[in-house]
Structures are given as C-alpha cells and as structure tokens.
C-alpha cells in the first residue's frame, strides 16, 4: 500500500518560514519525480516545486527563490523549504509522487497540509 504523508503545516506570520515534510512508503522512491502543490480556496490546484530522480529542481516565478525542494532517498523523504511567506501562500500543500507516462503512469498524492500566511 502507497502512502504519502505531509506534516509541517500551520500558522505563520507574513515574512516568516515553514519547512514542509513528505514521507513515503510502499514505493521505489529515489526512481520517482516528486512535486509540491498547493491549492487555495476556489483556485485549482498548482504546481509550486518539482524535483526529479536525478535532483533536477523547478518553480514557477511565484514562489522562485523563495521556496527550495529536496530530497533525502535515504530517508524516502522530500521537503519543502518556504521563506519569505506572503499571504497568498496561504493554501493547502500536496505532496506528490509519480513515474511513468500513460498506461505505466504510477502516480500518488497525500492528503495534505494547510499552509496559513496572517497576521
């Protein structure tokens, strides 16, 4: 049985930082692409940070050199790293976990983490 598990969620002041954790289980992890989105209310869900089984990472401008993705295969682990945090951050976090293309796609979400930006 695949599981993904996010933690690392919660309040946070605008400006301040978060590390959001994704532990995985029942996969080949070092042989997947690994993916952090978020979704807020009524918006659909977006990618913010990407890394593949080689250690490639990419963003979109919105969260460019603010947020960093890794990996620890060690530890079938990913991370997200999110400084400067804006209000519009604010959104519930997904990990996610995929290989493969068409009919040989493995792909895998967990249930995710809510991510609040306030003052």
């Known amino acids: 049985q695949v599981q993904l598990v996010e933690s690392g969620g919660g309040l946070v002041q605008p400006g301040g930082s978060l590390r959001l954790s994704c532990v995985a289980s029942g996969i080949i992890f070092s042989s997947y692409v690994l993916g952090w989105y978020r979704q807020a209310p009524g918006k659909q869900r977006e990618l913010v940070a990407a890394i593949t089984s080689g250690g490639t990472t990419s963003y979109p401008d919105s969260v460019k050199g603010r947020f960093t993705i890794a990996r620890d295969n060690t530890k079938n682990t990913a991370y997200l790293e999110m400084n400067s945090l804006k209000p519009e951050d604010t959104a519930v976090y997904y990990c996610?976990?995929?290989?493969?293309?068409?009919?040989?796609?493995?792909?895998?979400w967990g249930q995710g983490t809510q991510v609040t930006v306030s003052s």
């Open positions: 996610n976990a995929r290989r493969g293309l068409g009919i040989a796609l493995s792909d895998y």
